[in-house]
């Protein structure tokens, strides 16, 4: 009778939750069944981020005006760095806003684990929905940022700056894809690994800014040669910015077939991201 009463009860059931045993079992389904879920978490880091400032959103848009002016100020007429002709100001700003978004989903996502602690001890839900729900709600301030450039790249565009956009423009869906989970992968290798290393927390923050600098944001690839110009290439965020400026500026020194090494790279740091996250997942409330 018992075991007869089990097989009953367990034909009601909607989800068995099982310990995870194998590195690649991602039940990447069950996203998909907690989008409502995932939904409440792009609201509340979209809102709470910016809840008690002043300014609130608008802070999406001064940042990038603010570090633009800097850079313009500092490497466009200090150290007069090249910008291949371009207007310098709309020369930094392309750059600011294709990084910013990659820079936010990487750092945003590196401290899932010790930042969320508190409620994945307490209830079930996949995981991996807190990182995505990251990178949703940081696409949201990609499209603020971006519709910002639009605006100053419209304005120079219009008054007969050498600006001359191209085809390739077509092509920022994949270059957004393309950040979005190359963010998410380092994030949740970082995350992973912060449950153990909690150092490596200060490391992160000043690694994302010196790989700025290895990435041609402030300054055009034309610019770098030898094997300064190797190591940038080796740089997976290379191609993408690269080819935003071709698209939109109409000025690159890369062939967008570059963006297929980015693509290789970014599926490969994912599905290692992912691995390891899904392995630590099952035991880091331990270390945390």
């Known amino acids: 009778m018992n075991s007869t009463r089990e097989i009953n009860e367990n034909e009601d059931w909607t989800m068995i939750i099982r310990p995870q045993r194998r590195w690649y079992d991602f039940h990447l389904g069950d996203l998909w069944k907690y989008r409502d879920l995932i939904r409440l978490f792009v609201w509340r880091d979209f809102v709470a981020y910016y809840k008690q400032t002043i300014l609130g959103p608008l802070w999406y848009i001064i940042q990038p005006i603010l570090s633009t002016v800097i850079f313009t100020v500092v490497f466009g007429q200090i150290a007069k760095l090249s910008t291949d002709g ?59 940022r971006f519709g910002m450039f639009l605006l100053f790249w419209a304005y120079f565009w219009i008054s007969g700056s050498a600006v001359q956009p191209t085809l390739w423009a077509l092509a920022l869906p994949l270059l957004v894809l393309l950040m979005g989970a190359m963010g998410l992968g380092f994030g ?92 630590v997942e099952a035991s880091f409330m331990d270390t945390v």
């Open 188 to 279: 949740i290798i970082f995350s992973s690994l912060t449950t153990k290393y909690r150092d490596l927390q200060q490391l992160i923050g000043f690694g994302v800014q010196l790989l700025m600098y290895a990435t041609p944001v402030i300054y055009p690839l034309s610019t770098v040669s030898g094997v300064w110009r190797t190591l940038i290439m080796a740089n997976p965020m290379t191609p993408v910015v690269e080819v935003f400026k071709l698209g939109f500026l109409g000025t690159s020194d890369l062939n967008p077939i570059w963006l297929l090494y980015t693509a290789g790279f970014t599926l490969i740091t994912l599905f290692i991201g992912l691995a390891l996250f899904n392995r």
């Open 86 to 144: 371009m207007p310098a100001f709309l020369f930094y700003l392309a750059g600011q806003t294709i990084w910013s978004y990659f820079a936010t989903c990487f750092t945003s996502t590196s401290n899932t684990f010790v930042s969320n602690a508190g409620i994945f001890g307490k209830v079930y839900f996949p995981r991996m929905s807190v990182p995505v729900s990251i990178v949703i709600s940081n696409l949201i301030s990609f499209g603020i």
